[in-house]
């Protein structure tokens, strides 16, 4: 199969991988620009670029494109490929139907959550926000339409919100897409899978989150810490789903503390690691 391969940040990035490993290398990667980051805005490649070209000559000729807008000239390049399908994962831009349409088994999207549940942008933090014992992965044919079209294939995963943060999640969904993209496309380009639609009736969506988001009010936080054990549970959810972005926070003698890391103690909040503002990460000793 001749595929082309979209996505850019670290859950394609670990997709991408193991499809590498399992010697089905795409034909080409579409990922964003590259992007200054970091303090110093230094210009750095998507990580699925960066793995791309870590393999050199040990990987089959793989050709990048990286358009700020898929428009006329990208689309021409596209076709010019041939191939039988698009694979997309985390690309992170709209991608309109006109090259949806392109190959001629149509656009694949991976997507972490057991859809139409979690549709939209941040299905891992939500699962994880809300409490979930159990989320997982789609494979679906892709519309014009956010998340909505037909499911080719699934697969649960379950989890304790409690337990698992955003990253370690964020890896298991990903190892476990490429587990199902393996699966899947030698299934598509013989025919013989079976596509279902999607039941609108149980659609969720999800939302991106902002710093604000992050916020712990203080007196909750005091009510954690002594006890209250729903509160402890919605604070520790919400540090283990928005770290590293776009952070738990609360401000404390007027000034922003990033809550890190923590851990119930029966139905006790314990914080284990805290960055003052103006400071360097600390962790926290049992009783501070």
Known sequence: ???????????????????????????????NPDRPTGRKKIVTPPLTKRLVLSRGAEAPRIKIFQPENLDEYSIRELTALGADCFVVAAYAKIIPKSVLDLPRLGTIGVHPSLLPKYRGATPIQSAILNGERETGVTIYQMDEKMDRGSVL??????????????????ERLAQRSAELLLETLPGLMAGK????????????????????????????????????????EIIIRKIRALNPEPGCWTMK??????????????????LAKIQNEGERARALQAGS
């Open 1 to 31: 199969m001749k595929y082309i391969f979209f996505g850019t940040p670290r859950f394609a990035e670990i997709i991408l991988e193991r499809l590498l490993r399992a010697d089905m290398p795409p034909a080409a990667l579409v990922c």
């Open 153 to 170: 294939a699934s697969a649960k995963i379950p989890i304790d919100s409690l337990e698992i943060n955003y990253p370690e999640l964020e």
């Open 193 to 232: 899978l079976k596509p279902h639609a999607q039941d609108e009736a149980q659609a969720t969506y999800t939302k991106k989150f902002t710093t604000q988001d992050g916020f712990v009010d203080g007196a909750n936080l005091d009510k954690a810490l002594a006890g209250d054990a729903e509160q402890a």
């Open 253 to 270: 003698n007027a000034k922003r503390t990033k809550l890190l890391e923590a851990k119930l103690s029966g139905t006790h909040l314990v």
